[in-house]
């Protein structure tokens, strides 16, 4: 048993040592263009930011979506469309992304969550592929075409997306403030709650809170986050594609997640790191992506089921989860 | 005329909604019997369907193995790989909650269609239904290909079998006994973990069965089984999985209202299980036949 005055200074060891790590991480974030290819670096941060988004669900709420990628790409849709054929600004276009994929998240997360666990699951990847086959038929979709050829346009019409560095320092600076909307959320008397629920959901129900209502309220900020990850892509890459919104890509998250440590703060970001790296890596060796996806997934959930990170943290005394 | 509805066209679409029920019935019915026992939702069920179809179809491509004896092979095949998954992988999971099995077998899932995908491409390979049940029969009110009837008739004989073979056989009681309560059963001298065993390969090898009776209608390729195990998951939410019938009635009914949706209204022809699905999640959340909340 250590005395509480160690435990005290390990926290706060802890603490220094979690903040120095944030620094170096957000150094690394500002010079990194200047190393590695910027397009390859913000597809990154756009995946990592989209699994940060689903860990909030799966992480600290304890529910397994298997549908969101409707939401990723369903905002990559609705941002391109009101940027390419409406002519609206790219902030305006990825407000839009985040505010249709919140409301598409209202609206699946109500009948959602009317079942648990792995019920919660089917549901949620046969709502998805329902928005799946919307986009196939929808016209403002073009269907196997996707939307090509998306303006980057200018920023409050000031800042011009075109250029390299310009888009780079907007989508870390969207990447940083979605991760720390994340870092809030978790830590705030609401995440607590959702972590209660995450634990054990009847004993919530027991002390009185409206399990319903804050799974609904994790879902829709899971799904808008999402959402503004999607949305950010389709203005990087300017086009949105159906690649985006098929269960492929839902596993993906998945993955991303799982991979980087369920439940742990820069986890998931790890494994979209690592992932998107991987994909590139196979693209070009023939070696067929589906198959290391699914050896990945076994693999996984047979020898670690912590996630590196979370594999790590466990190593390391003291610290916290 | 039914509607406005020529009544050909309309018992035509009727057929092909009972077709499609048939794979719904026996994919939903071998999901309810593996999650009954193990309490995991088996994600690679399309991929061991897509599997059995291509069992058949190799059988036939590299040993000049026909379509009967392929229809008792492709599902031992399915079957046995399946048993072997469970015993060297599967079987850590049971301790673990249940969505990891989801997602293992998710990966599993992918793995298969990937292989496959790698060595066939994405294209259907053609697979003739056998001569003895090639041409069709008049019914009067309707031309009825003999296959088709055929995939009607086995599939509800399987159905009914296996859901015989469960609530009325010595077998089927130390199975149901098992999902009750298995430490009591084990208790009794019942070898509980080979059940198991024996669960999943029976559930898998339904797969296979539904695979290769599903060969000749459509094309066997290697992305049959995932688009059509995510509608299956739909039934299953719908019937609810406690119970077996209840799996396979749902799988029939949804796959008609899918072939009258298919006269009335074809666009939402794909998507309206899922609209029946959102339907009884307000109505009924536990599900048809459910009683799980």
Redesign the interface.
């Known amino acids: 048993m250590t005395d509480l005055g160690a435990t005290a200074r390990q926290a706060s060891a802890t603490a220094r040592l979690e903040w120095l790590l944030v620094g170096l991480g957000v150094a690394g974030l500002l010079a990194a263009p200047f190393f590695l290819y910027p397009i390859f670096l913000m597809k990154i941060m756009c995946f990592a930011l989209f699994a940060c988004a689903f860990n909030l669900l799966l992480g600290y709420t304890g529910l397994?979506s298997f549908g969101h990628a409707a939401f990723f790409g369903g905002a990559a849709y609705f941002c391109a469309h009101a940027v390419k054929d409406w002519g609206w600004t790219p902030e305006a276009g990825i407000l839009l992304g985040t505010v249709g994929a919140a409301l598409l998240g209202l609206v699946m997360g109500f009948?959602a969550i009317?079942?648990?666990?792995?019920?919660f699951?089917?549901?949620t990847?046969?709502?998805a592929?329902?928005f799946f086959?919307?986009c196939v038929?929808a016209p403002f979709t073009r269907g196997e075409d996707g939307i090509q050829g998306v303006p980057r346009g200018h920023l409050f019409g000031l800042v011009d997306l075109s250029q390299p560095l310009n888009i780079y320092y907007t989508v870390a600076a969207i990447f940083l403030i979605g991760l720390f909307a994340i870092w809030r959320i978790v830590n705030s008397p609401f995440g607590m709650i959702l972590r209660s629920i995450r634990e054990n959901e009847n004993r919530a129900v027991s002390l009185g809170y409206s399990v319903a209502n804050y799974k609904l309220a994790a879902f829709v900020m899971s799904a808008a986050l999402a959402g503004l990850a999607g949305a950010t892509k389709a203005i990087v890459f300017q086009f949105a594609t159906l690649t985006d919104v098929t269960?492929q890509m839902s596993?993906e998250v998945?993955l991303m997640t799982?991979l980087g440590g369920i439940g742990t703060m820069i986890g998931p970001a790890v494994g979209a790191t690592l992932v998107v790296t991987l994909q590139n890596t196979l693209a070009t060796s023939g070696f067929?992506?589906?198959?290391a996806?699914?050896?990945?997934?076994?693999i996984?959930?047979?020898l670690f089921?912590r996630g590196i990170v979370g594999e790590i943290y466990a190593k390391l005394p003291g610290i916290k989860k | 005329m039914i509607f406005g509805i020529p009544l050909q066209a309309f018992l035509g679409q009727l057929l092909v909604g009972l077709i499609n029920g048939s794979f719904y019935a026996m994919l939903s019915l071998g999901l309810a019997v593996i999650f009954g026992m193990l309490k995991i939702i088996n994600f690679a069920h399309g991929a061991q369907y897509m599997f059995g179809a291509f069992v058949g179809f190799l059988l036939l491509q590299w040993l000049n193995i026909g379509y009967w004896p392929a229809l008792v092979l492709a599902p031992l095949v399915v079957g046995v790989v399946g048993m072997v998954v469970e015993r060297t992988m599967l079987s850590r999971l049971y301790s673990l909650d249940p969505l990891y099995g989801l997602l293992f077998t998710f990966g599993l899932a992918l793995v298969i269609e990937g292989v496959f995908r790698y060595c066939y491409g994405v294209s259907g390979q053609p697979y003739a239904a056998p001569d003895a049940l090639s041409g069709g029969t008049n019914l009067g009110f309707m031309f009825l290909p003999n296959y088709r009837g055929w995939v009607v008739v086995s599939s509800l004989v399987v159905c009914l079998g296996t859901w015989l073979a469960i609530e009325k056989t010595k077998l089927g009681a130390y199975l149901r006994a098992a999902t009750e309560n298995p430490k009591l059963v084990q208790a009794f001298g019942v070898n509980v973990p080979v059940l198991l065993t024996l669960t999943y390969g029976l559930g898998s090898a339904l797969a296979g069965l539904a695979g290769i009776l599903a060969a000749p209608v459509y094309q066997v390729s290697p992305l049959m089984g995932s688009d059509l195990i995510i509608v299956v998951f739909a039934v299953v939410v719908v019937g609810g999985m406690g119970s077996i019938l209840g799996a396979v009635i749902t799988g029939y009914v949804l796959g008609l209202a899918e072939g009258l949706t298919k006269v009335f209204y074809p666009e939402a022809s794909n998507i309206v299980v899922f609209v029946i699905m959102a339907i009884v999640l307000l109505v009924r959340p536990a599900g048809l036949f459910g009683k799980d909340a």
């Not at chain 1, 067929?288 to 198959?291: F, G, L, S, Y």
């Open positions: 397994l009948f009317r079942r648990q666990g792995i019920y699951a089917m549901i990847l046969a709502l592929q329902m086959f919307f038929q269960w596993g998945i799982l067929p992506v589906t198959i996806t699914g050896l990945i997934f076994m996984c959930v047979l089921r």
